[in-house]
């Protein structure tokens, strides 16, 4: 397709009639009452906890290190909570980008957002560090409440046609940027843009660092600490989660104290605590289904085999 920006009627093809299948599905569901999306969230979760065997091990191997205090039967239980919010999860990306926004505005909690507010007054962006929750696309929509100009970094899709859906879907709420289309992300910063940012996948070795995350050494990349060199803009961290009773979602700021310091692998270190802290307000509604831990330091084996 060169440089013409996709549209729809470029994926007609018959590869792709599984894809609008699952995308006309998901509107339909985005459709009903949020209860019911909820509860179906659930139940497809508890199925795909049942049909997908190696993600259920990549979970529980995750949960194990993470939360190595917990006693087995907890850490089943938990693994079976990531499937049932990271299916919730499918469900509030359609919500994200079909549903009236004003629904949630009552039901979001926005704390400590005077912090943003004040580090946006000088001028120089913010970079808005997340982390890869269940709500992802939602808190983008959620974010969006508060007027506040998002510019997303993402990894551009494998598949064109997910690439096109995702992208469209994100234009409803922030402005999407490929992480390395550097030029856009420094434009952005300049406008006193936020910039969404999640540092918290095992992108490989190269441009990393190994630095504990939940007590074990993860590949940890050091952009972050690029990214703010090359505006000077300030760092705040963005968690999002859903309240443990369905009636909502928490959005909150916080610093993270320390950032920037004396050398970029400390910066890491940095994260991943802050990082930990977030998810740790609501353990089973992170990605453990993703190999967090994949690219092992030099001697060391690869704990999902």
């Given at each position: 397709m060169?440089?013409k920006e996709?549209?729809?009627?470029?994926?007609?093809?018959?590869r792709?009639?599984g894809?609008?299948?699952?995308?006309?599905?998901?509107r339909?569901?985005?459709a009903?009452?949020?209860p019911?999306?909820?509860?179906?969230?659930r139940?497809?979760?508890?199925?795909?906890?049942l049909?997908?065997?190696k993600r259920?091990h990549i979970?529980?191997t995750?949960?194990?290190?993470?939360?190595?205090e917990e006693?087995?039967?907890?850490?089943?239980k938990m693994?079976?909570?990531?499937f049932?919010?990271?299916a919730i999860?499918?469900i509030e990306t359609?919500?994200?980008?079909?549903?009236?926004p004003?629904f949630?505005?009552?039901?979001?909690e926005?704390r400590?957002f005077e912090?943003?507010e004040k580090?946006l007054?000088?001028g120089?962006?913010?970079?808005?560090?997340g982390?890869?929750?269940?709500?992802?696309?939602l808190a983008?929509l959620?974010?969006?409440?508060?007027?506040?100009?998002?510019?997303t970094?993402y990894?551009?899709?494998?598949?064109?046609m997910?690439?096109?859906f995702f992208?469209?879907g994100?234009q409803?709420?922030s402005?999407p940027v490929?992480?390395?289309?550097?030029?856009?992300?420094?434009?952005a910063?300049r406008?006193n843009?936020?910039?969404?940012y999640?540092?918290?996948?095992d992108?490989?070795?190269k441009?990393t660092a190994f630095v504990?995350?939940?007590?074990?050494?993860?590949?940890t990349t050091?952009?972050?600490?690029?990214?703010?060199?090359?505006?000077?803009s300030p760092l705040?961290?963005?968690d999002?989660?859903r309240?443990a009773?369905?009636?909502?979602?928490i959005?909150e700021?916080s610093q993270?104290?320390?950032?920037p310091s004396s050398?970029?692998e400390?910066?890491a270190?940095l994260i991943n605590k802050?990082?930990?802290?977030?998810?740790?307000?609501?353990?089973?509604?992170y990605?453990?289904?993703?190999k967090?831990y994949k690219?092992?330091?030099?001697g060391q084996k690869?704990?999902?085999?």
């Open positions: 060169g440089t996709a549209t729809w009627s470029d994926f007609l093809a018959p792709y009639w894809i609008w299948l699952a995308i006309g599905l998901l339909l569901i985005s009903l009452p949020y019911a999306g909820l509860r179906i969230g139940t497809l979760g508890r199925t795909l906890h049909l997908m065997k259920r979970a529980r995750n949960i194990a290190i993470a939360f190595p006693p087995e039967i907890s850490q089943k693994v079976l909570d990531v049932e919010n990271n999860g499918l359609g919500w994200a980008y079909w549903k009236d004003e949630f505005r009552a039901r979001t926005f400590n912090l943003l580090q007054e000088q120089n962006g913010v970079i808005l560090m982390w890869h929750f269940s709500c992802l696309d983008g959620l974010f969006s409440l508060r007027g506040h100009p998002c510019s970094l990894r551009e899709h494998d598949n064109p997910l690439e096109w992208t469209k994100r409803r709420f402005y490929e992480r390395q289309k550097t030029r856009q992300m420094l434009r910063m406008k843009h936020c910039i969404w999640a540092p918290d996948q992108l490989g070795r441009g504990p995350f939940f007590g074990f050494r993860a590949a050091l952009a972050t600490t690029k990214m703010h060199q090359l505006n000077l705040v961290k963005l999002c989660w309240k009773d369905d009636s909502g979602y959005l700021i993270v104290d320390g950032f050398s970029d400390n910066d270190l802050a990082i930990e802290q977030g998810i740790r307000k609501a353990p089973t509604q990605m453990w289904v993703h967090r690219t092992a330091p030099t690869n704990i999902y085999k």
